[in-house]
């Protein structure tokens, strides 16, 4: 087995995901989004530098020069018909063709023009849970029903969710611990049952301001520049100093990360703060020092004057590609379907930079515009919802069904063997969540993500 990356198990701890250009193997790197590397057959060893054939950053850039000047109803026009050709052409295909469908803005976006442009009911497929929290079927559903397609829905057990855990790591190659993997692996299996491809709505939050962290995440800057950087520094430093009894209740925790989003010098660094899972990951991770990514690189952020777009283009060359397109692709592809993302199209994707803000969000609500396209195909009471989650219960199952697996990756013992983890905090959160007292499951799953990659790794080692 090549050599683990301890710097990248650090940022996946952070990120749920490996962010390139790093990947979980030392001096081994993911060539970019939008680049070409050019290898040379008689001499592989000397490879050019990646060369870029497309870059959002410049995108984004120019379209914030260059603002769609137009009218509410000519942007709403203009955007119909870019979507309307994009799903065409990604429906060009001489096999069997259908689209996932949650019932959301994005997917039904798709599945309304798709339907709008085909002589015969589109294939639609949706899973469900029967956990309550859990379950979108039902709106998928309602959806599939008014466009009249043909829509395929499965209602997954706990027991057919968990006999797809085993499976993670030798789908996605590298530590991934986006527990959405689970419903993604399940619905790309159902669609593969009646087509070989499949259309999807990834992409619609990143490029449309879907996100509620964009608006909280606003907000609380907002405030926060208020108070003197000084002040907020001594601040931070007070709001950690707790007697160590304090220390174990849920009151420090949010202390705590509120004391890191208080110390923070820019925007992008309270972002970055906000979405970190673990909040100091090399305290956990043996010999690891967290490496520049784009969230800390300040010379390649994008020069955009307002929050808001800053962080969605942060989220669109980051979250994006490593974390929801690779989770739907190594899903996909682990049961041979090709799945297209036709808000991807690189015209809809110039033309959304171009967008005004205040076209994308209004009154605390994104996708403004998207919705207004939508509602065109689709009446907005069906799709008008608060935003799900694709998760399953992973909490619960760690202390159930999943719990001597979980037991097995997470003993003292085998941590200490491995030499990948500080054993100590590690099992704390593990008791700390079986006693049913506090939520861990969050953090722990990044670490038996990793723990499952190992074992898997180690075993073919063992067979080779």
């Not at 690891?288 to 669109?316: G, I, K, N, Q, S």
């Not at 997470?410 to 007292?437: D, N, V």
Request: net charge negative.
């Amino acid at each position: 087995m090549a050599e683990v990356n301890r710097d990248a198990v650090a940022l996946m701890l952070r990120h749920n995901y490996i962010p390139a250009p790093y990947s979980i193997y030392e001096s081994t790197y993911k060539l970019l989004p939008g680049t070409i590397l050019s290898i040379d057959t008689a001499d592989p060893g000397n490879a050019s530098t990646p060369d870029p054939y497309w870059s959002v950053k410049q995108v984004a850039e120019r379209g914030s020069a260059e603002f769609f000047s137009g009218s509410e109803d000519e942007a709403i026009s203009h955007l119909d018909a870019l979507l309307r050709d994009a799903v065409k052409l990604h429906t060009v295909s001489d096999v069997p063709l259908g689209a996932f469908l949650s019932g959301g803005v994005d997917s039904s976006t798709i599945v309304a023009l798709m339907q709008a442009q085909s002589e015969r009911p589109v294939k639609t497929f949706s899973i469900g849970f029967y956990e309550q929290g859990y379950n979108e079927a039902g709106y998928a559903r309602a959806v599939a029903d008014y466009l009249g397609t043909e829509h395929n829905e499965l209602y997954v057990t706990s027991e057919q969710a968990m006999a797809v855990i085993p499976k993670m790591p030798a789908l996605y190659d590298e530590p991934f611990s986006d527990c959405s993997q689970i419903p993604t692996f399940l619905v790309s299996e159902l669609a593969r049952r009646y087509v070989t491809v499949s259309l999807s709505g990834d992409g619609g939050d990143e490029l449309f301001g879907g996100y509620n962290r964009y608006f909280k995440g606003w907000n609380i800057w907002r405030n926060i520049v208020r108070i003197p950087a000084g002040l907020r520094w001594v601040l931070a430093g007070a709001m950690t100093t707790f007697s160590p009894l304090a220390r174990e209740s849920l009151f420090f925790e949010r202390m705590q990360k509120l004391a890191g989003i208080m110390a923070v010098d820019s925007p992008e660094a309270m972002y970055l703060c906000l979405l970190s899972q673990w909040r100091n990951p090399v305290e956990v991770v043996i010999n690891a020092t967290e490496p520049p990514t784009l969230f800390t690189e300040r010379d390649a952020w994008v020069d955009l004057p307002d929050f808001t777009r800053r962080v969605m283009y942060l989220d669109t060359v980051t979250y994006l590609p490593d974390d929801i397109l690779t989770k739907v692709d190594r899903a996909s592809m682990g049961v041979s379907l090709e799945v297209r993302v036709p808000l991807l199209d690189h015209r809809v994707v110039e033309f959304t930079w171009r967008v005004p803000l205040g076209m994308k969000v209004k009154n605390g609500q994104g996708k403004w515009l998207l919705q207004r396209v939508l509602e065109q195909y689709v009446p907005g009471y069906l799709t008008k919802r608060p935003k799900m989650g694709f998760e399953v219960p992973i909490g619960n199952w760690l202390r159930g069904a999943l719990k001597d697996w979980a037991e097995d990756l997470l003993s003292e013992a085998r941590l200490s063997r491995e030499g990948y983890f500080q054993p100590e905090p590690i099992r704390k959160l593990w008791k700390e969540h079986l006693s049913g007292k506090r939520d861990r499951w969050y953090y722990l799953w990044d670490v038996l993500m990793f723990q499952a990659w190992l074992d898997k790794e180690q075993k073919v080692k063992i067979i080779n």
